[in-house]
């Protein structure tokens, strides 16, 4: 039975278990280690949970069971039980009974992993795998069943925390500290796999620091111990069997192991779960930001050495950094005395700031350092705001930006009602991008307004063509340019040279 589509990138999963889970691959060998883990697992095993949760799911309309359950919408998860249950039917596609009418809901089970932190029966497991779900049980390794009230869950790390009763004091594994742990050291995963129960296996620290695309926070530790489905929120021990990460995605084309899974630090975790259980939620420090990465080209647009920090494409009216005098264009080299490397970077080290503390932050801006000083704020809630969806441009009185394939306008009532453009929105419309072009090779396109170049604000294309001109003046290869693209700014370092001039690659 074929489970997912096997293609040429690998794809990260999540590790949740739905009791309708077949078998995938055999999991890749760990390697022994020069003495037995016997000890070590009989200690620890007893504070490692299975975690069943449920919910219920509306009945399909035609008899063949409920909808995919209990994974987040857009999840890699979504699309592998889509293709297994279309082949779980009774007769194949379009098997099943005949429809009925106003069938009752089911109940849709998954499983995964947890650990107790605490006698008093404080659990941890990844968010994913309690998602929706109305009930939780928690069952311990001499298969006591308890059932779990959430105390408080975090999106965003993808971790929540759990609370049982018990007549007596609970076995509980400790936290230790994920920064001690290097690339080489062995570590024991414990969990719940397949559903099989507790489980043990070995590996070491592959990698730290990986960063898989699942959101601004991702600081994984890579391993190589056997971890799969339903391995979801349980631990990564060290040798000294302290918890050191929390097990929650694997890469791979098929689901299964391949010797490729990734831990939330636990550092990141004890943070993150101490909010959990005093707040509800977790409380992050936020600087009022939108950043991208420094390209090459912008670090030579801006005369900075190396590609690196991150570059500042907006800035929230009255937030911290508004406050603290940090300006759209400024490059973030460091942050509280933390050099930020990459534009990745410093999302995690603004969250883990104490929100209120004073912290230096130096910036690139005209050619040298300046350090301000910028007062954390706690980061709100997420609003979710509709991207302006431009129509297509209708011939006016356009002006071609010489040799770089792209014509402006200004922004006139007629413009702005055209591309959806709103009235506060100061700049340079583009009207018309060349297929080929400089500009389209950037991603311009249609109704974006140019706001800024050189870092200077331009009001008329005459402006802009100003800019251009002084840029290949001065040899440089490319102009930094502030565009924004319905409500998402962005900073485009565009060629400079004419078309006619450029040479073929």
Known sequence: MRLTKITLRATVFALGLAL????????????????????????????????????????????????????????????????????????????????????????????????????????????????????????????????????????????????VESDKPLPFVPFGDSDKARVGDWVLAIGNPFGLGGSVTAGIVSARGRNIDQGPYDNFIQTDAAINKGNSGGPLFNMDGEVVGINTAIYSPSGGSIGIGFSIPSNMAK?????????????????????????????????????SGAMVAGVNDDGPADKGQVKSGDIILKFNDQAVKEMRNLPLLVAQTDIGKDVPVTVWRDGKEVTLHVKVGEL????????????????????????LGVKLAELTPETRGKFQIGADQKGVVITDVEAGSPAAERGLKPGDVIVEVAQQEVK??????????????????????????????????????????????
């Open 20 to 163: 309708a889970m077949p078998m995938a691959a055999p999991p890749a060998q760990a390697r022994v280690a020069g003495e037995s883990f016997a000890d070590l697992a009989e200690k620890l095993l007893p504070g490692v949970v299975n975690i069943s949760s449920s919910q219920l799911v509306p009945a399909r309309g035609d008899g063949r069971g409920p909808e995919v359950p209990l994974f987040p919408p857009g999840s890699p998860f979504e699309q592998f039980f889509k293709d297994f249950m279309e082949r779980s039917r009774p007769n194949g596609p379009g098997g099943g009974q005949a429809p009925q009418r106003n069938r009752p809901q089911q109940r849709a089970q998954s499983l995964g992993s947890g650990f107790i932190i605490d006698p008093s029966g404080i659990v941890i497991t990844n968010n994913h795998v309690i998602d929706g779900a109305d009930e939780i049980t928690v069952i311990l390794q001499d298969n006591t069943n308890l059932k779990a009230k959430l105390i408080g869950r975090d999106e965003r790390t993808d971790i929540a925390v759990l609370k």
């Open 380 to 403: 709100p809630d997420d609003a979710k705001q509709a991207a302006a969806t431009p129509d297509k441009p209708a011939p006016g009185k356009p002006t071609e930006l010489t040799g």
């Open 271 to 307: 943070t993150v779960v101490a909010q959990l259980r005093d707040f509800g939620k977790a409380r992050r420090g936020w600087l009022g930001v939108r950043i991208q990465q420094v390209s090459p080209d912008i670090a030579e647009s801006v005369g900075l050495k190396e590609p």
């Open 460 to 505: 008329t294309p005459a402006d802009v063509n100003d800019r251009v001109e002084k840029a290949r003046k001065a040899n440089r290869k490319s102009v930094l340019m502030l565009v924004q693209s319905g409500d998402s700014p962005r900073f485009i370092p565009l060629p400079v040279t004419p078309q006619a001039d450029r040479k073929p690659g």
